[in-house]
Every structure is written in structure tokens, then in C-alpha cells.
């Protein structure tokens, strides 16, 4: 009786020594969870389409790095009612974007606000996180006129009630700018008047294409309400500049080398050819003197 009750003990002793090992081996035994950060971008692009750009982030500090490969999931709100909108996967530095056509029927509330709200879930070793935002949809529109030959740029920027009509948005900045090839080159920064409306006179020195069309930006960059806002227009008011490759003529980084560097060359190779044969040329007349 005595030695089955120490078999037993035995027994569970073993099996507790056996749990114990298996979660001490689970990776996340004995660890905290890192904190997240999720944050959430709104952006009105030129054609009207809405881009959400997420960003979820691990660790504090100097130590913040991007979570790859995580599910954050996309909501929007009708009221009350909240409406999955998408499941977005973060790429390796833990951002996802979300483009939304202008025909989609953004819900929004009884105060005009559209409320975006995104949610990651989190795991055993990643505390969940979640960002809602809330933004007004603004547009904005730009116009060219020549008052007195200057070049006068008009914009306007207004929102749409529920009826259609346009509601005038004031004291709102807008940076002006011109598009290059790979950035935006800022002219100056206008603020709308309480109808709306921003005046700039445009400059007349901005190099464009070959017809000198160049494409104006109008942009509000992070607005508390409105988010980042860009509205894009061509126009032929930059200087036109003709981008037409002539052939080069004979220089270092042309496709023909320049006249002195040809002949410098052949004279050098004249000279080393012309030492070495007379190197030649006598040692075979010293030999021909010492055999006789």
C-alpha cells in the first residue's frame, strides 16, 4: 500500500515537472507583452479618391519598430452601426494603405464627420492597439485667370451639405506649389477669406515643358478637421523650355573625344613605339659589332 502511494506521488511529481518544462518553453512564458502604437493617415488625392495609410509599431523609444505581417481591421460608422470596410495586412515596416474610390458612399454623422476606426486584435507577445479618426470632406477648386497680364491664381475651398449646395470654408491654409519631377516645389502659402476664396499672384519665371504647361498643387497638409487635401491643375503659365538632346560636340563627356586629347594620345603611343624599335635597332647593332 505504502509503495503504491510513493508510485503515485512519483507519477505526479514527474507530470508536474513535465508541465512546468513545456511552459517554461512557450516563447512568450515569463515575458510581458510590448506595447503597439497604431496611427491612422486621411488623404483626399486629386481624382477624389480617399487613401488611408496605417502605421502599427512595437516596442518605445529609440527601440520603435514597425510589426510586419499584422491583420488590422478597417471600420467605418453609419450612425451607430459600425460597417467592416477591410482587412489590411502591414508590409514590412508595418505600414498598409487603403485606397477608396470617390464613388464609394462614405457613411457620416449627424454632424457631417466621417469616422474611420481601425483595430488591431494583438497576440501573446503584442498588446492590441486601435485608432479612430474623424474628418470633414472638403473640396477645393483652382482657377487661372490675367487680370491687368498678371497671372492670377483663384482658389476656392468649400464643402457640400446634405442638399448639394456648396458651404463656403474659410481660414483655411492651402500651400501652392508646382510639380517637378520627383517633388513638389513650394511657391507660397494662401489662406482662404470667409467666402472661401484664396488669392496668389503666380510667378512668371517657372520653367514647364516644351508648350509650357506646368500642373499647379493646391494642398492642405494635416488639418485637424480635413485631414491632407490635394487638388492638382494644369495650365500653360511656365516658361517653355525646350528638352531636345543635341548631339554633343567633341568634349570629355561627349560621345567624340575632343581633337587635342586624340592627338596628345597618338603622339604618346607614337613616342613609346618609336623608343621601343630603336631600343630593338640597337641591340641588334651592339650584337652585330661584339661578332666582329
Not at 26 to 39: E, W
Not at 150 to 170: H, P
Amino acid at each position: 500500500m505504502r509503495l503504491q502511494k510513493n508510485i503515485l506521488i512519483h507519477i505526479t511529481s514527474c507530470m508536474l515537472i513535465g508541465c512546468l518544462m513545456i511552459v517554461m518553453a512557450t516563447p512568450s512564458f515569463g515575458q510581458k507583452a510590448q506595447s503597439t502604437r497604431l496611427k491612422a493617415y486621411y488623404e483626399k488625392l486629386p481624382n477624389g479618391d480617399k487613401k488611408i495609410s496605417l502605421i502599427l509599431t512595437k516596442g518605445k523609444g529609440k527601440s520603435t519598430t514597425g510589426v510586419r505581417n499584422a491583420d488590422i481591421q478597417l471600420s467605418v460608422f453609419d450612425l451607430d452601426n459600425e460597417i467592416d470596410l477591410a482587412v489590411l495586412a502591414t508590409d514590412t515596416v508595418g505600414e498598409a494603405i487603403l485606397f477608396i474610390t470617390s464613388k464609394f458612399p462614405f457613411p457620416k454623422n449627424e454632424a457631417g464627420y466621417h469616422t474611420l476606426k481601425a483595430m488591431y486584435n494583438g497576440n501573446d507577445s503584442l498588446k492590441s492597439a486601435k485608432k479612430t479618426i474623424e474628418f470633414l470632406d472638403i473640396n477645393i477648386s483652382i482657377n487661372f485667370e490675367i487680370v491687368d497680364s498678371v497671372k492670377q491664381l483663384t482658389l476656392s475651398a468649400y464643402e457640400i451639405d446634405s442638399s448639394g449646395n456648396k458651404i463656403a470654408v474659410g481660414e483655411v491654409d492651402l500651400d501652392i506649389g508646382v510639380e517637378r519631377l520627383y517633388s513638389t516645389l513650394f511657391l507660397d502659402e494662401v489662406e482662404t477669406d470667409k467666402y472661401g476664396l484664396g488669392i496668389f499672384e503666380f510667378p512668371n519665371d517657372i520653367p514647364g515643358d516644351s508648350i509650357g504647361t506646368i500642373t499647379v498643387i493646391a494642398k492642405i497638409n494635416d488639418h485637424a478637421d480635413y485631414g491632407t487635401v490635394t487638388q492638382a491643375k494644369k495650365v500653360q503659365w511656365g516658361k517653355k523650355v525646350d528638352y531636345t538632346l543635341n548631339n554633343n560636340s567633341r568634349s570629355l563627356f561627349g560621345e567624340e573625344a575632343p581633337l587635342w586629347m586624340i592627338i596628345s594620345v597618338f603622339v604618346v603611343l607614337f613616342g613609346a613605339w618609336f623608343n621601343f624599335m630603336l631600343a630593338v635597332y640597337k641591340v641588334f647593332k651592339m650584337k652585330k659589332l661584339s661578332s666582329n
